[in-house]
Each structure stands twice: as C-alpha cells, then as structure tokens.
C-alpha cells in the first residue's frame, strides 16, 4: 500500500504574473544617524512650508505631507538627496528583480516628498499614475504604528470567485498589510493600489515616499 496520499492541491499549480514587492533595509551606512538627520530635516520642512501646512490641513487630518507643494526634496534637501541615490541603487536592483529591459534608459526619480503622520492620520487607496516604480521609506517608525496596505490588481476581476480562506499564505490573499520599519524601504510597481490606514500611536511616523521614471 503506497503511503502517499492524493497530491497537495499546490503541487499541482504553478504562479504565473506575479506582484513583486520589493522589501529591504536601505543598507547605508550609519542608518540611524542618517535617519535623524532626515527626522530634523522633515520638521524643517514642515514648519517652513506654510502652503503645504494649509493643504495638509483640509486633506491630510493629522498630519503633515509635502506631496502638493514640496514633491522634489530630492533636488532641494541635502539629506534626502543623499537618501534618493540609495533608493535609485535599490531601484534598480528591484528592476533586475521584475527582468526589465531598461533598454539604455535608467530609472530616475522624478519626485519625493514627505509625510509626517500624526495619531489618527492615514492615507486612503491610491496608485501612482505616470510613474513605473514608487515606494516609501521609513525614517521613523514607532512601535504599533500603521503599514502598508496593498491591495490585488485583480480584485475587480475576481467576479464571482468565492472569498479567500483565513489562513491563505500572503501570496494568495486579496490584502496584505506590511510593517512600517526605520531604516527599511519598500518598492512596488506604481500601478498596485496601496493604502496606510490610520496611524494608532501618538508617536510621529515619517516617511519619504517616491517615484521612478523609465527614462
Ligand atoms: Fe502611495
């Protein structure tokens, strides 16, 4: 009597188009400084920039974002002009990752902005149009703070297809939350649909979220 039972439902498929998430620590040198440096920059940022204050007010509740009013910090903040070329080698890399034919052509950043995130402050759904890589970095992340939610492209698609079970693996459920973590980035491609749900904790996070072009 064979001891094998029928094969694992798994064994019997295989992944085709996936999503890659590119998830690393940014691997500088003297990270934590680095990200001190950027904390200090963030607030000078901030308090500087009272255009940005004012549209933060009405469409950032508790928070602060230079997203529509300061969105190229790497061109004009040392700090984070340091920071984009340590995000552009990490680009790359996760450009060899999805077997992209730059063709000749690079990735280059076209905007950065920060975000500092107060309690109860959150980003709803959103993809980032004109873009082909964009990602965030976490320059401080406290304890119990919110992450990154991403979401299935194929979700409209999906029709009639039942739910996914509970306990499905990350790679097969339709949402998948990731960490907020000082000192590591994370890259996607810019057309998946992400969110950050409200931050929990008092304490501040602030992050520096970015594009790439293919140019
Ligand atoms: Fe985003």
Not at 36 to 43: D, K, M, Y
């Amino acid at each position: 009597m064979s001891s094998a039972g029928p094969a694992e439902p798994a064994d019997n498929t295989r992944a085709l188009f996936p999503t890659l998430i590119y998830d690393a620590a940014l691997g500088a040198r003297g990270v934590k400084a680095l990200n001190r440096e950027l904390v200090a920059e963030a607030e000078q940022i901030a308090a500087a920039d009272e255009a940005g204050q004012d549209w933060s007010e009405s469409r950032y509740p508790g928070g602060y974002t230079s997203y529509a009013t300061l969105d190229q910090l790497q061109r004009m903040a040392p700090t984070v002009q340091h920071l984009a070329r340590h995000l552009t080698r990490h680009a790359l890399h996760y450009a060899e990752a999805l077997h992209w034919d730059l063709q000749g052509r690079s990735l280059v950043m076209s905007d950065c902005w920060v975000s500092i995130m107060g309690q109860g402050c959150g980003h709803p759904g959103h993809l980032h149009p004109l873009a082909v890589v964009s990602g965030t970095y976490y320059a401080q992340a406290p304890k119990g703070t919110s992450g990154l939610r991403f979401e299935d492209p194929r979700l409209a698609s999906f029709m009639a297809a039942p739910p996914r079970a509970a306990d499905a693996p990350d790679a097969l459920r339709p949402h998948v939350l990731l960490p907020a973590r000082a000192g590591r980035l994370y890259l996607f491609e810019s057309w998946l649909r992400h969110e950050v749900p409200p931050n929990p904790v008092k304490e501040e996070r602030v992050s520096f979220s970015f594009n790439f072009v293919w140019e």
